[in-house]
């Protein structure tokens, strides 16, 4: 995929974002008191109505490196919304890898008694929004991210119908650079039935400097405020 490829993609996940957006606002509240006896007139939704649930997980071993730059932006726009979050640094987190044991039967508890499990998990199945953020490590994502990604597999079916997103970034510019990546993210969002919201690439993003004077950091805010 190059990068006008990409920028189709992104603002298809705009779109769908924006239409999903609507389907929120339309929450009308039960009428109370004098009112109730009175025609109900539609009530507009408030910011709480559509105060959504997000649950960041960084891959980075580099806790002020280029891609939590763009969790850090992402995260700015998300909250200037009123919007929750909960940011998971897998990298910084105590963590082990799925043992592939099928104790969890696919619907937890999973035996790896871990930050996962009692901190992550819980998030996760209450979250609307999961977003992944990682370097790009031999055209995939960390293995940091992956571990996380693994352990969703004590929860099979738990975080079917949320929205995600994917960050990245890598010090390559080619337009190949984040094909593999992206597959590997669309697969996962199909098998795990998520509404995709969006990509930031960061293509040429191999040092904070440069990814500081890049597109990529607004880019990161601009879909956190998109939400
Ligand atoms: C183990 C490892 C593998 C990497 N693999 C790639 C790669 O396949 N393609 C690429 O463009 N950059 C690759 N890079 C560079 C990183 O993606 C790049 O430096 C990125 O900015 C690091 O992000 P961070 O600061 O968030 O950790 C690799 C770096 C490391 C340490």
Redesign the pocket.
């Known amino acids: 995929m190059n990068r006008r490829d990409f920028l189709k993609v992104a603002s298809v996940g705009f779109g769908t974002l924006l239409v999903s957006g609507l389907g929120l606002s339309l929450i009308n509240k039960p009428a109370t008191g004098a009112s109730a006896n009175a025609q109900a007139a539609p009530v507009l939704p408030t910011a709480a109505d559509v105060r959504q649930s997000i649950v960041v997980i960084?891959?980075?071993?580099?806790r002020?490196?280029?891609?939590?730059?763009?969790a850090d932006k992402f995260i700015e726009g998300v909250q200037a919304n009123g919007h929750k979050t909960f940011r998971f640094n897998a990298a910084f987190e105590n963590i082990k890898p799925c043992q592939g044991c099928n104790a969890c039967r696919q619907n937890g508890p999973c035996v790896l008694n871990d930050a996962i499990e009692k901190s992550l998990i819980p998030q996760l199945l209450q979250a609307d929004i999961i977003a992944l953020?990682?370097?790009?490590?031999?055209?995939?994502m960390?293995t940091q991210l992956k571990t996380v990604v693994d352990r969703f597999y004590s929860h099979l079916r738990g975080f079917d119908g949320k929205k995600a997103l994917l960050m990245?970034?890598?010090?390559?510019?080619a337009g190949w650079?984040f094909e593999a990546l992206v597959d590997h993210y669309q697969s996962l969002a199909e098998y795990m039935h998520w509404q995709d919201l969006g990509m930031v690439l960061?293509y040429g993003?191999?040092?904070?400097n440069?990814?500081e004077r890049s597109e990529f950091p607004q880019q990161a805010y601009q879909l956190g405020q998109s939400i």
Not at 58 to 62: I, K, L, N
Not at 64 to 70: E, F, I, K, R, V
Not at 133 to 140: E, F, K, R, S
Not at 168 to 173: E, G, I, L, P, W
Request: with cysteine.
């Open positions: 960084t891959g980075s071993p580099h002020n490196g280029t891609s939590a730059l763009l953020v990682t370097p790009l490590y031999y055209y995939g960390s990245a970034t890598a010090y390559n510019s650079t960061g993003c191999g040092s904070r440069a990814t």
